[in-house]
């Protein structure tokens, strides 16, 4: 990468001006030893909740609830949210941080449990946002999760489809980076899914059910 290509990318990420809410969203992520999405993709995430019309959303690792309301201030005041989290304090910390931003509880659903055990209880084709930020080892299964939960014109969104930049050095096999490939290729090999990575953050895989 050439360092004007490294300068744009860095002035990008640092553009974002976060408010109070974020901030202690954030530093509660410190204190759980959680890092949540960065500034340039929870500004993002804001941009393409905005655009996306979504009635009913649901996010897949609540990590501590930065990617939740950079979501919830770009979804309408109609939109249901759901989390969720295998972790009771991640859970607890993002509820909080959706008290913060003065979301009435009614909007906000956040289930405690397994991701693999949650999702197949979920209707499907009845959600039109999926954000998944959760563990590599099983992301593939969510990807094929979050595809049957949209309706038709739905997006779907990876976080750290990259995997910390790893995924595009071919000598790098850890489990979390050949899972990320994999959950890349199965997006941009389906037929019924527009798609595009982009590099912001760590990468976000962007999904467009057909």
């Known amino acids: 990468m050439s360092t004007d290509k490294h300068s ?8 974002p ?25 929870a500004a993002l ?15 897949i690792g609540a990590g501590v609830g930065v ?10 005041a109609q939109t249901v949210f759901t989390t969720i989290d295998v972790d009771v304090d991640h859970l607890s910390a993002a509820r909080q941080a959706y008290v913060e931003l003065g979301v009435p509880a009614s ?16 209707t499907t084709s009845a959600y039109d946002f999926v954000f998944i930020d959760a563990d590599k080892p099983s992301v593939v299964d969510y990807v094929e999760h979050g595809l049957r939960l949209l309706r038709p014109g739905g997006m779907l969104v990876l976080h750290d489809a990259l995997d910390a ?12 980076t050949v899972a990320a490939r994999q959950a890349g290729r199965l997006l941009r090999e389906n037929d019924d899914v527009v798609s595009a990575l982009v590099p912001t953050g760590t990468g976000l895989f962007l999904a467009v059910k057909r």
């Open 17 to 41: 001006l976060e408010d109070d809410v974020l901030a202690r969203a954030r530093e509660r992520g410190h204190e759980l030893g959680v890092t949540p999405v960065g500034t340039g993709a």
């Open 107 to 122: 909007r906000t659903r956040t289930i405690s449990g397994r991701a693999r055990d949650v999702l197949p209880r979920l």
């Open 8 to 15: 744009s990318w860095s002035y990008a990420e640092a553009l």
């Open 67 to 76: 990617s939740g309301v950079s979501l919830l201030r770009g979804f309408s």
């Open 45 to 59: 995430l804001t941009v393409l909740a905005a655009n996306s019309g979504a009635r009913t959303a649901v996010e």
């Open 165 to 176: 930049d790893k995924v595009p050095l071919p000598a790098v096999r850890q489990s979390s």
